[in-house]
Nanobody
Framework: QVQLVESGGGLVQPGGSLRLSCAVS????????MGWYRQPPGLAREWVATITSFDRTNYVDSVKGRFTISRDSAKTTVYLQMDNLQPRDTAVYYCNVARVALGGSFWGRGTQVTVSS
């Protein structure tokens, strides 16, 4: 099994920055995809960014140029650097790991990000 714990959320003013972290434990050997998703108030969960085991990254258009996903080489932590935050970025942010070869998709419990003046 894989366990994920997010941290780093909080309240920030528009234009500010936050760095989310996701601590990963358990077996994720083989190809995988690590990602961040978010769920704004009253809306469905949506994809934000992913990084593969081959370091390929992808972003939803609304965060391109503002957010950066990365991971450490030991595969124990995945990060989401969020710059120039806007009120529309307010959401609960969730970390996800999908194991391509071993199977399984795992979620953390989420961390709240609120962008408000």
């Amino acid at each position: 099994q894989v366990q994920l714990v997010e941290s780093g959320g909080g309240l920030v003013q528009p234009g500010g920055s936050l760095r989310l972290s996701c601590a990963v434990s358990g077996s994720i050997s083989g190809p995988y995809v690590m990602g961040w998703y978010r769920q704004p108030p009253g809306l469905a969960r949506e994809w934000v960014a992913t990084i593969t085991s081959f370091d390929r990254t992808n972003y939803v258009d609304s965060v391109k140029g503002r957010f950066t996903i990365s991971r450490d080489s030991a595969k124990t932590t995945v990060y989401l650097q969020m710059d120039n935050l806007q009120p529309r970025d307010t959401a609960v942010y969730y970390c996800n790991v999908a194991r391509v070869a071993l199977g399984g998709s795992f979620w953390g419990r989420g961390t709240q990000v609120t962008v408000s003046s």
